[in-house]
């Protein structure tokens, strides 16, 4: 039960219990004992006791309904603060809930466009897989043509060495003719002599028997008819002999050109390549002066690759980044720069290195062609058919590791390929391409130079650019103003090569 009610009902029944009551009349008492007035005198102090007892109690009551009145008056007026309080919130949410409204509106409408959006993506790549399906069936059916071509090389090489071999046998029995008829040109020359000898002992006795010289002569002329006849025989055979080691020998050069023909179309394994590079790397040291404020010295970087020729020049190759320079606005550059290439300990050449002209992030560094074969170091040749095969060999910088890529070639950047993104299989690990990667063909020759981590300059001389070259006798700031040149070179170019 609530404790105002209660309170409030036991006031009412007090106040009852004081109205009804009669304090002016006393029960009779039973007889008592005398002294009579004592026994009166007791009774009216316990009265007036009970009077004042029950005044300090509704004194209390009042005091306590007075606090309770208060109470109540501070609860309500909590309540209503309360109430006001859960109006505001009730205001809030539902403006929040409004707008949360309003939100989810937009965000349906947003997701409808995605997915539509979506709808055309997967549309698009739908396209896209077919397309590579055909490209892949064409690129099957190219390679079946292909191999038909090789499988009918092959024959026409089986054939070739038939034929070559039928002609050296046919060669032989015509030389052994010759050789018998020689034979027999010697005997005639020898039977011409006798029937010269024999002339003169007719000529001696032409006297005696005139009739038997005519006889001789007659015989004579008809011996030098014969020794032309052979003359003439002996020249046939000696043309037809010519002729045949003529034959033979454009049979032979056909062949070698067909089994050249076959080697060039067919791919080199990737591991030979590999084991190629690292039988043939050289070691390129770029260096130059370090001054500062405090100390002044040598500064070098090293880095392993490989030297290339186009035909005319041969030369290291190597990034700019493998290099103690960075292309860069402003451009740090060093005093005194030198390179040079090194092999087993010793040194093929020093001097200066240059910038490519075909991207000046590529670098080269001159070498004596002689020197490097007396030093027993292959000199790679560039690409003369570079799209030959649809798929190259990176070696990453230095040749800790490799992996086979496809490429394709982008109509927006002449003279660079496209490498696929993704990543390649090495010895341990995976690893994708990066800047100063070695691309090299699968005929054995080398394609390019990775440039960034996505496109490969294909390189087709190792001619430096205008300017290029770092003389040892340049000083830090001329070698910073051509890394600036540089730098906003490469800025010019399409936005996927820089």
């Known amino acids: 039960m609530n404790r105002t009610l ?58 306590a309904r007075e606090k309770l009145s208060e109470q109540m008056r501070s609860e309500t007026a909590s309540r209503d603060a309360a109430v006001r309080t859960l109006d505001s919130r009730r205001q809030e949410l539902e403006a929040g809930l409004q707008q949360a409204r309003q939100s989810a509106q937009e965000l349906a409408v947003r997701l409808t466009n995605t997915l539509s959006q979506a709808a055309q993506q997967a549309a698009q ?30 024959e026409n090489v089986k054939l070739s060495e038939a034929e070559r071999r039928k002609l050296t046998e046919a060669l032989a029995a015509e030389r052994e003719a010759a050789r018998r008829q020689q034979q027999a040109l010697v005997a005639i020359e020898n039977d011409k002599r006798e029937a010269e000898r024999r002339a003169s002992e007719l000529a001696s006795a032409v006297k005696v028997a005139d009739a038997e010289r005519t006889l001789l002569r007659e015989n ?10 052979v003359q003439l025989e002996k020249d046939r055979i000696q043309a037809q002999t010519a002729a045949l080691a003529t034959g033979v020998n454009q049979l032979a050069a056909k062949s070698e050109e067909l089994k050249q023909e076959i080697r060039d179309n067919t791919p080199t394994s990737a591991n030979l390549l590999f084991q190629d590079f690292l039988s043939n790397r050289v070691d390129v040291v770029i260096g130059g002066t370090s001054s500062g404020l405090f100390s002044t ?27 103690p320079y960075s292309l860069s606005i402003p451009g740090f550059g060093l005093d005194q720069p030198t390179a040079r290439v ?47 095969f649809p798929d ?38 995976e690893f994708s391409p990066s800047s100063g990667d070695l691309v ?5 020759e080398i394609l390019g130079l990775m440039v960034n981590s996505e496109y490969c ?33 490469v800025d010019r170019l399409p936005p996927g090569l820089q």
């Open 440 to 444: 090299v063909s699968r005929s054995g």
């Open 125 to 154: 790549l739908q396209q896209q897989a077919a397309a590579t399906q055909q490209q892949l069936a064409q690129t099957g059916a190219r390679l079946a043509e292909i191999e038909k071509a090789r499988e009918s090389l092959s």
């Open 6 to 63: 209660l309170l409030i009902l036991c006031d009412f029944l007090l106040l009852n219990l004081l109205a009804l009551s009669r304090w002016d009349t006393v029960e009779p008492e039973a007889a008592r004992q005398p002294p009579v007035p004592a026994v009166a005198a007791n009774a009216a102090a316990t009265s007036e006791d009970l009077v004042a007892s029950m005044r300090t109690a509704l004194e209390e009551e009042r005091a």
């Open 392 to 429: 190259a060999l990176i070696v990453s910088r230095g040749g800790r590791y490799f992996g086979e890529v496809e490429f394709r070639l982008d109509p927006r950047t002449p003279g660079y390929v496209r490498m696929k993104t993704k990543v390649f299989s090495r010895l341990f690990g």
């Open 220 to 229: 004579v002329s008809e011996l030098k008819q014969q020794v032309t006849r």
């Open 342 to 388: 090194q092999v087993r300990g010793g040194i093929l050449t020093s001097g200066a290195a240059a910038f490519l002209r075909a991207d000046p992030r590529g670098m080269v560094v001159p070498v004596d062609p002689a020197s490097a074969q007396k030093a027993g170091v292959r000199i790679y040749q560039l690409a003369k058919n570079p799209f030959k």
């Open 457 to 489: 300059v294909v390189l087709s001389d190792v001619q430096p650019a205008a300017g290029g070259a770092l003389d040892p006798s340049m000083t830090k700031a001329a070698v910073g103003k051509k890394l600036e040149e540089f730098r906003a070179m």
């Open 297 to 323: 010295g040598p500064r070098e970087k090293a880095s392993a690759t490989v030297l290339i020729s186009d035909g005319v020049k041969t030369s290291a190759l190597l990034h700019v980044n493998e290099s």
